[in-house]
């Protein structure tokens, strides 16, 4: 965040001008102790151009440390994500064991799922299927990612490339079966997760086997 990178910037820059003040003090105390004039100049201020050159350094440290904050504040933003998106996963198919009953229907659904669409590529859904034709009857709940996050790639073990799909369990035995739309896509479903920046990259896999994994 800004508030962030701005107190980071302070620290770095009280902290860069402390040590480089120290630093030359020590050296003319310590490596040069026969120069008095020098020594003293040390204790009596620094100069003009010696302040410009301490804060070019400083800016400079400062631009390299706020730019590497910025790259892991990115990847820590997709970890998050896909960690969130695992646990959603997760979710649909504890839904499905528990047999939850579904908000709109009162009863208990055929499948609870998580969808993802790619034309929405900021979050995904948590969904039930009441009549058992793999058909989305409910839209449960809603979450997004983060702002710096994205969809980039739905994929399946059958086909590259997807618009969406749903991950549906099965109630009450929370078997997991893979579909675009009614079309069965395998066994197992892909989604790829990226920053919008910088390209961090991650890959949330979930298995018929009932694995779920995430990979770069």
Same mark, same amino acid.
């Given at each position: ?128 299927? &009441? #009549? +058992?034709?793999?058909? =989305? ?8 990612? %983060?702002?710096? !996050? ?8 059958? &086909? #590259? +490339?997807?618009?969406? =799909? ?8 929370? %078997?997991?079966? !893979? ?38």
């Amino acid at each position: 965040s800004w508030s962030g990178a701005s107190t980071l910037l302070h620290i770095v820059s009280w902290s860069g001008a402390s040590i480089a003040f120290t630093l030359y003090i020590m050296i003319c105390k310590y490596l040069m102790p026969d120069n008095k004039k020098l020594y003293k100049m040390a204790y009596s201020g620094m100069t003009m151009i010696e302040i410009v050159v301490m804060l070019g350094i400083v800016g400079l440290l400062s631009v390299i440390v706020i730019g590497g904050f910025g790259r892991t504040n990115q990847g820590t933003f997709v970890k998050r994500a896909s960690e969130q998106l695992a646990l959603g996963i997760r979710q649909a198919q504890s839904y499905s064991l528990s047999g939850k009953v579904a908000l709109l229907a009162e009863k208990t659904p055929k499948y609870w799922g998580l969808h993802v669409d790619i034309s929405d590529p900021k979050g995904y859904s948590i969904v039930s299927d &009441t #009549t +058992g034709d793999y058909v =989305i009857d409910e839209t449960y709940k809603t979450y997004s990612f %983060e702002e710096v !996050v994205t969809m980039s790639d739905i994929s399946s073990a059958n &086909t #590259t +490339g997807l618009s969406h =799909i749903t991950f549906f369990f099965s109630v009450p035995y929370g %078997e997991l079966e !893979v579909k675009n739309d009614t079309l069965d896509e395998g066994s197992w479903g892909q989604i790829t997760l990226k920053s919008k920046k910088d390209n961090f990259i991650k890959k949330i896999t979930a298995q018929i086997s009932g694995h779920v994994s995430i990979s770069n």
